[in-house]
């Protein structure tokens, strides 16, 4: 997960896009939780130019990625507040997400409270890299020791489980060690190979998976950054664009269940 820059309701939609998503609020407020009603309500939204607007809006807030597992090519709509209990988020701007069938279906309704305190971390409530970050060896996550954040990161990796897949730990792991190697060469005497800043950009794209790993590499390697800044300054805008990395706990980390 990264976290996520939501814009204003004002500042990414139309009003007429606004006007249309209250109206239809309006209606899904005066639904209970479980009423048969709320799909249909929801489905009403369907093949409208609101819709489009909403998707194009909510693909932009996360780069085009999936907003929990940061795979390419999300597809659904998602309700952080699972409409089912709570249709009077329904319509919410700010109870949205776009993320990919697998974690849409491994969420469903599952939404966990401690109290008031949703379990489930939002991305653009809230940075994910205080509850968990990957291993650099593994690609796996690792899990903030202090216990209420420990807590949200194992609820959070139970509801989405794609989180701790293999494959995708594999390709985090891969990703690090490409960026790293190409670090690497910006750094060696010439000649080097031509493209090797260009592929490095490529790879820093925000449009491109797993930029959690990137974030957390750059903040791992600060004079190797500083020197690659120096040398390749064209990079430094994709540099800049990843958030620095919150403190973490000095003491070794186990993986996640």
Same mark, same amino acid.
């Not at 409530?125 to 060896?137: G, L, T």
């Not at 985090?172 to 190409?182: A, G, I, P």
């Not at 004079?223 to 919150?246: F, N, S």
């Given at each position: 997960?990264?976290?996520?820059?939501?814009?204003?309701?004002? !500042? %990414? #939609?139309?009003? &007429?896009?606004? *006007?249309?998503?209250? @109206? /239809?609020?309006?209606?899904?407020?005066?639904? $209970?939780? +479980?009423?048969?009603?709320?799909?249909?309500?929801?489905?009403?939204?369907?093949?409208?130019?609101?819709?489009?607007?909403?998707?194009?809006?909510?693909?932009?807030?996360?780069?085009?990625?999936?907003?929990?597992?940061?795979?390419?090519?999300?597809?659904?709509?998602?309700?952080?507040?699972?409409?089912?209990?709570?249709?009077?988020?329904?319509?919410?701007?700010?109870?949205?997400?776009?993320?990919?069938?697998?974690?849409?279906?491994?969420?469903?309704?599952?939404?966990?409270?401690?109290?008031? !305190? %949703? #379990?489930?971390? &939002?991305?653009? *409530?809230?940075?994910? @890299? /205080?509850?968990?970050?990957?291993?650099?060896? $593994?690609? +796996?996550?690792?899990?903030?020791?202090?216990?209420?954040?420990?807590?949200?990161?194992?609820?959070?990796?139970?509801?989405?489980?794609?989180?701790?897949?293999?494959?995708?730990?594999?390709?985090?792991?891969?990703?690090?060690?490409?960026?790293?190697?190409?670090?690497?060469?910006?750094?060696?005497?010439?000649?080097?190979?031509?493209?090797?800043?260009?592929?490095?950009?490529?790879?820093?794209?925000?449009?491109?998976?797993?930029?959690?790993?990137?974030?957390?590499?750059?903040?791992?390697?600060?004079?190797?950054?500083?020197?690659?800044?120096?040398?390749?300054?064209?990079?430094?805008?994709?540099?800049?664009?990843?958030?620095?990395?919150?403190?973490?706990?000095?003491?070794?980390?186990?993986?996640?269940?």
């Amino acid at each position: 997960m990264m976290p996520l820059t939501r814009l204003s309701e004002e !500042q %990414a #939609l139309s009003a &007429e896009a606004r *006007a249309d998503l209250y @109206a /239809r609020h309006t209606e899904a407020s005066r639904l $209970t939780p +479980r009423s048969a009603e709320i799909d249909a309500v929801w489905r009403g939204l369907y093949n409208t130019p609101t819709r489009d607007e909403l998707v194009s809006a909510l693909r932009a807030m996360s780069d085009g990625k999936c907003a929990y597992c940061e795979c390419v090519d999300p597809r659904d709509v998602e309700h952080f507040y699972p409409k089912s209990r709570h249709p009077e988020r329904m319509f919410r701007w700010d109870n949205l997400l776009f993320v990919c069938k697998t974690c849409n279906l491994d969420k469903t309704s599952r939404f966990p409270l401690e109290g008031t !305190q %949703a #379990l489930l971390i &939002e991305p653009s *409530a809230e940075d994910p @890299a /205080r509850f968990f970050w990957w291993d650099p060896v $593994t690609g +796996r996550p690792l899990l903030d020791s202090e216990p209420t954040r420990r807590r949200r990161a194992e609820e959070t990796i139970k509801i989405l489980p794609r989180l701790k897949h293999q494959d995708l730990a594999e390709e985090r792991r891969k990703l690090r060690l490409d960026v790293l190697f190409f670090l690497t060469e910006v750094l060696e005497e010439v000649p080097r190979p031509p493209d090797v800043v260009a592929r490095l950009a490529t790879l820093l794209s925000p449009t491109q998976p797993w930029r959690s790993v990137l974030r957390q590499l750059v903040s791992e390697e600060p004079t190797v950054i500083a020197a690659v800044r120096a040398r390749a300054p064209e990079l430094a805008p994709l540099l800049d664009a990843l958030p620095p990395m919150p403190p973490r706990p000095l003491a070794p980390l186990p993986p996640a269940p």
